[in-house]
Nanobody, 128 residues
Framework: QVQLRESGGGLVQAGASLTLDCLGSINAFDRYTVGWFRQAPGKEIEFVAGIDWAGGGTNFANSVKGRFTISRDHAKNTVYLQMNTLKPEDTAVYHC?????????????????????WGSGTLVTVSS
């Protein structure tokens, strides 16, 4: 069973940067496409970014394109979400998600229904 653990959330001011880490706890983590979803208070969970299990392909929500990047280190079983130029509307609980042998594009299209495993989330708060 895949275990996902997020870290790196916190309180920052608008315009600041923050990096979230997602650590997968088993060797098979490299067979999983990994994505980040977020849920703001009173809103539905939404796809933010994803990275393919092979080839490095990525996909981003329109709201974060040009500000967020995603990368992974297979040797460390870790996926990173670099968030730049943060805005108050980025405030949410950010969840790491993993699905075996899919693509980041498919993960974005299927949304939360297509996810095999979830992390418990890390809170990002952006003050204005």
């Amino acid at each position: 069973q895949v275990q996902l653990r997020e870290s790196g959330g916190g309180l920052v001011q608008a315009g600041a940067s923050l990096t979230l880490d997602c650590l997968g706890s088993i060797n098979a983590f490299d067979r999983y496409t990994v994505g980040w979803f977020r849920q703001a208070p009173g809103k539905e969970i939404e796809f933010v970014a994803g990275i393919d299990w092979a080839g490095g392909g990525t996909n981003f929500a329109n709201s974060v394109k040009g500000r967020f990047t995603i990368s992974r280190d297979h040797a460390k079983n870790t996926v990173y979400l670099q968030m730049n130029t943060l805005k108050p509307e980025d405030t949410a609980v950010y969840h790491c998600a993993a699905t075996m042998f899919t693509t980041a594009q498919a993960m974005a299209q299927k949304g939360s229904d297509g996810v095999d495993y979830w992390g418990s989330g890390t809170l990002v708060t952006v003050s204005s």
